[in-house]
Each structure stands twice: as C-alpha cells, then as structure tokens.
C-alpha cells in the first residue's frame, strides 16, 4: 500500500507570510494529489486536484505543485481565515483514497 | 445541487453493529459516473477511507476494515447504507458519506458528517 505523510504537522506563522506543506508519497503517484483544507467542526473543503489545479472558488493564493512522490501546498500571503487543517489525498486508483496526516496551521 | 445527508444512531454498544445510512438528493445513485462512499475521522484525528459502492452493488473496502464493512446500495429509494460490525471505542468517529467520480478525479461532494459514539 502507498502511504503518504505531511510535513510539518502543524506550523504558526504571521498574517501574510507564505507558508509551504510537503506531502510525500511512499510510491509514484502521477499527478494524482489533491488538498483539502478542514476547519473545526466543518467539513473538508476541495482547494487543488491533479497537484497544481486550482478547484473553482478558491483563492489565488493557493498553489500546489508535484509530480511522483514530492508535493507541495503553498499559500502565498496567509489570511486569518485560511486556519485550518490542511490534508492531502491521493487518487490514483479508484475508488479508495488515502488521506495524508494532516498539517495544522494557526496564526502566530 | 447535489446534497448527501447521513442519518443513524448516535451511540452504539461495544461489540454491536453500527448502522448508517446516506440519502442522497439532487442527483441520481444510479449514475455509471460515481462510486459512493464513507469516510470516517475519530475526534481530533485525520480521515480514512472505509469503502465504497457503485450502483451496479460492486463494493470496495479498505483492507484494515474489511472483515467489519458491508456498504449496500438501495437505488430505488437513492440511499447507500454501511454496516460495521463488532465496534469498539475506536469506532469512535465522526461518519461522512461522500461521492467520487468514476474517473480518476478526487472526492467531490460530502455529506455534513454524523458523530457515532461507542460507548456502554
């Protein structure tokens, strides 16, 4: 089976810094790595699929890139409404799903 | 708009089954374009994948769970139930039904999520 961990596990960072998430694959998985962004009590929200497409609705500032076993979540300037739990999740066969650790992000 | 709504009990017994099951709206279960699941994620914990079905009744389940799982599909009423037996304490979760397309495209839709406590 391919795992997938996320680093770090959580971070604090200031409004308007850029923060980055590594999700890493323990097997090539293409491109097919998505993020999902889970705030308390809610449920998990789709920002980025196929690694670097933006889901409509979603704001510019965040980006993801990767290919293989390597990906990344950035968010340019971090907003006070993007804390949350941050999950990737690969999909490169169907129709089961792995979810990665999940990174918690607060504002400093 | 297509919505997923999970209804059940709340609190089940150590050692019984815990019963869910998704009615879906605003979207027909019978499409050959999605497969039909169940997530699950225990308090303060990440998500985990414990099966889906797709509404010719094929199923698939996650292997750490297999032996526990049976998701059936009712087509005529748009529902899929899941069925874990023996439960314990780490059954603990929040229970969410959601969908994903056939193809090779990530989860889309999610159902608000039911909280199932295992307790006696």
């Known amino acids: 089976d391919i795992q997938m961990t996320q680093s770090p596990s959580s971070l604090s960072a200031s409004v308007g810094d850029r923060v980055t998430i590594t999700c890493r694959a323990s097997q090539g998985i293409s491109n097919y790595l998505a993020w999902y962004q889970q705030k308390p009590g809610k449920v998990p929200k789709l920002l980025i699929y196929a690694a670097s497409t933006l889901q409509s609705g979603v704001p510019s500032r965040f980006s993801g890139s990767g290919s293989g076993t390597d990906f990344t979540l950035t968010i340019s300037s971090l907003q006070p409404e993007d804390v949350a739990t941050y999950y990737c999740?690969?999909?490169?066969?169907?129709?089961?799903?792995?979810f990665g650790p999940g990174t918690k992000v607060d504002i400093k | 708009q297509l919505q997923l709504q999970e209804s059940g009990p709340g609190l089940v017994k150590p050692s019984e089954t815990l019963s869910l099951t998704c009615t879906v709206s605003?979207?027909?279960?019978?499409?050959?374009?999605?497969?039909w699941g169940w997530i699950r994620q225990p308090p303060g914990k990440g998500l985990e994948w414990i099966g889906s079905?797709?509404?010719?009744?094929?199923?698939y389940y996650n292997p750490s769970l297999k032996s526990r799982v049976t998701i059936s599909v009712d087509t005529s009423k748009n529902q899929f139930s899941l069925k874990l037996s023996s439960v314990t304490a780490a059954d603990t979760a929040v229970y969410y039904c959601?969908?994903?397309?056939?193809?090779?495209?990530?989860?889309?839709?999610w159902g608000q999520g039911t909280l199932v406590t295992v307790s006696s």
């Open positions: 959601a969908r994903r397309p056939a193809k090779l495209v990530p989860v889309d839709y």
């Open positions: 605003g979207g027909s279960i019978s499409s050959s374009s999605y497969y």
């Open positions: 999740q690969k999909y490169n066969s169907a129709p089961g799903v792995t």
């Open positions: 079905i797709y509404y010719s009744g094929s199923t």
